[in-house]
């Protein structure tokens, strides 16, 4: 696990662009996520935030630049830093398996209790016997306040709930680093507050570090520490940093307007 007084980035985006094609979405991205940060993508719809999450957990090639891995994240590598597109198959599979992703809807098999969602991802990578999986399914979905529910259906519970067992898969395999795409998106603002409050736990109880697209002011302030801001007009990156600072530092009026919902002059 990531020392939290370390100096190192846990991630490093080097002049990154992003494009599908010939069409650029984001171009000369540079920015450091360090170990145990809560880290914001932000920006406008159609920005490219779900695209940068991609490039992070393997699903998109860079169009130019690197992605960097600090190597603490994967067992037996001396040099400091892995870099993730330029590696082996092999490699990039072993670091994947130090991230949990919660995608934006969940995505849990809705043919299986919450418990079997879980054990998928621990009878895939791990040698555990039946039992200790269903054991560790059940110890995860305490971690997320949904012990007692290892026997229902995803359509059984609510919406906040299906987020938090979505959370509980993410973080079967004890990840290092969690990438979470819009996770309150759908919630009520209790629930999402709810989640915000879990997010926050988890970085403190189990020091891993969070990446995290959503554009939900309140959560942006209430869990965020640092972020990207990506501008859709410019395709690049206006500012990165703690948005509690951005809001009435930045020198982007864009920056300081999409976080003040418009009122930033
Ligand atoms: N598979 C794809 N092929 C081509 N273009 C794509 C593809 N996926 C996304 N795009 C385009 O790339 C741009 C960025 O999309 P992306 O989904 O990353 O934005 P976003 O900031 O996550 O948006 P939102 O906040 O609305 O979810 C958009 O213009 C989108 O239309």
Known sequence: MADKQSSKSAIKTEQLT??????????NLTFDIKPQDIF?????????????????????????????????????????YIDFWQ??????????????VLYQSGALWSSMTLAENIAL?????TDLPERDIMHLASLKLALVGLNGFEDYYPAEISGGMRKRAGLARALAL???????????????????RLLDDLILQLRDNL????VVVTHELASIFTIGNNSVFLDAETKTMLATGDPNELVKHSEHETVR???TRGDGE
């Open 18 to 27: 992003m494009a599908y094609g010939d069409y650029v979405v984001q171009k």
């Open 121 to 125: 991802p621990l009878g895939e990578y």
């Open 40 to 80: 914001i993508i932000m920006g406008s719809s159609g920005c490219g935030k779900s695209t940068l999450l991609k490039h992070f957990i393997g699903l998109k090639e860079p169009a130019e630049g690197r992605i960097l891995y600090q190597s603490s994240t994967v067992a037996g590598r001396q040099s400091d």
């Open 174 to 192: 004890e990840p290092d680093i969690l990438f979470l795409d819009e996770p309150s998106a759908g919630l009520d603002p209790i629930s999402a």
């Open 207 to 210: 020091g891993c570090t969070l």
């Open 87 to 100: 590696s082996e198959e092999s490699q990039r599979q072993q670091l994947m398996q130090r991230c949990g």
């Open 257 to 259: 307007k999409f976080l």
